[in-house]
């Protein structure tokens, strides 16, 4: 097995990632894909491409993808308030998503509080090395949901995490998403403006939670998510 990623920048700002655990003879195709996306985005004409190729040779860690839930109408402050994520914290994150800052991964704020835990700045916590497997055939899903969904599951797997927000810094996608183990990957509609780079990704953790391992799991430990 090998891990194909893709990174794409304009003047070094964020455009465009993806990224797969796939089967050797697989790689020449998600290369040729991921190139595609990498100079073909909404978000602007990227002016480099980083594609990076690594052997995968420990075995992949199997977890089952949230349940979709998908209702017009969602209200995130009562989704926060039963999964132990207070307003305070809420609106720390929503601060960090509409700040002018490009964060590329994840910030992980206090669930209590808003502080936030992590210590790395603008790149945020990236959950890494991992693939998407669809079982359910007669169910297709379109790549970005398969890429969001992937990521909430690994995201909020660990017990400590309260729950998880994602806002898509991309400019003419509205929908995001609020993620918990225990009541799946809530849609939101119309979560900001449309033609706006406003946009990240929120991690609501107990105060407990040793961030070390939690990085090490969502950063170095090769997973398949299984829909």
């Keep these: ?13 964020h455009i465009s990632g993806a990224e797969t655990i796939c089967e050797e003879q697989d790689i ?3 290369i040729q894909h991921f190139f595609r996306k990498g100079f073909n985005h909404q978000n602007g004409k990227s002016d480099f491409l980083n594609l990076k190729i690594e052997q995968v040779t420990e075995p992949l860690i199997q977890l089952s993808a949230l349940q979709i839930i998908d209702e017009k109408h969602v209200d ?5 308030a039963e999964n132990g994520i207070t307003k305070q914290a809420l609106e720390r994150g929503l601060d960090y998503i509409h700040d002018d800052t490009r964060y590329t991964g994840a910030l992980i704020l206090s669930a209590q ?10 790149r945020g916590v990236r959950a890494t090395r ?8 007669h169910i297709q899903l379109k790549e970005r949901v398969q890429d969001s969904l992937s990521l909430a599951t ?9 729950g998880e927000l994602c806002v898509s810094d991309d400019l003419h996608y509205t929908t995001g998403y609020f993620a918990t183990k225990s009541s799946g990957y809530h849609r939101l509609y119309k979560v900001k403006e449309d033609n706006s780079r406003a946009g990240g990704r929120i991690v609501f953790v107990e105060d407990s939670l040793n961030i070390e391992d939690y990085t090490e799991f969502l950063e170095s430990v090769p997973k398949q998510v299984n829909y």
């Excluded at 097995?1 to 700002?13: G, H, I, L, P, Y």
């Excluded at 991992?130 to 055939?137: D, S, Y």
């Design 1 to 13: 097995m090998f891990s194909v990623k893709m990174r794409a920048t304009q003047d070094n700002e």
């Design 28 to 30: 020449e195709t998600a």
């Design 76 to 80: 995130l402050m009562k989704l926060c």
């Design 113 to 122: 509080t808003g502080e936030r835990l992590d210590q790395t700045g603008k």
């Design 130 to 137: 991992f693939c998407f497997k669809n079982t359910q055939k």
């Design 154 to 162: 690994i995201l909020t797997h660990h017990d400590a995490v309260q």
